[in-house]
């Protein structure tokens, strides 16, 4: 819990300290905005990423439609803090639970911009599903995978793992 809360304080003051930075809504978020506007226009999909003006989000446009914003809540690092915290409560070898950490972030982070991708998709060709996307998949994708995460580190590496073998 200590790491939890530390780690929120940490990320509140980071999100409070960088409003009207040079990015925009901060860092992160327009990290994740440019990542995601890259990747739907890989994909063939003529996207932009633009700031909102009345709110600190980033307005994404795809084809022309104005489809979604991303909130700071999309850039995963609340996520990340999650799924750090689990990891340290039940660690395991140092170094192990370091790397365990490091991948694991990175996985989560990718598979945060592939949900995103997946969402703004799914929101510009079944607008229709919109209130399932959002509130169904979407935590769904994330949340699910940073469980199995969890699980294959209990069994696996954890000393909690060890102490009842």
């Not at 530390?6 to 905005?33: A, E, I």
């Not at 996207?47 to 709110?55: D, G, L, N």
């Not at 991303?70 to 915290?85: H, P």
Request: with cysteine; glycine share 6%.
């Amino acid at each position: 819990m200590l790491v939890y809360a530390l780690l929120s304080v940490v990320n509140k003051l980071y999100l409070q300290y960088s409003h009207g930075s040079k990015f925009y809504p901060d860092y992160m978020t327009n990290l994740v905005s440019l990542q995601i506007e890259t990747l739907l226009n890989s994909f063939g999909y003529q996207t932009q990423v633009v700031p909102h003006p009345a709110e600190p989000s980033m307005k994404l446009i795809l084809n022309g439609k104005y489809l979604a914003r991303i909130i700071e809540g999309c850039n995963a690092i609340s996520v990340v803090i999650l799924f750090l915290s689990f990891i340290v409560a039940f660690s395991g070898k140092l170094k192990t639970t370091f790397f365990y950490i490091l991948s694991g972030s990175v996985l989560i982070y990718a598979v945060n911009l592939l949900r995103i991708v997946i969402l703004t998709l799914g929101l510009y060709h079944y607008p229709e599903y919109s209130d399932v996307l959002h509130t169904v998949i979407f935590p769904g994708i994330i949340y699910g995978m940073v469980f199995l995460l969890w699980i294959f580190w209990v069994n696996r590496f954890s000393k909690l793992n060890k102490n009842n073998a």
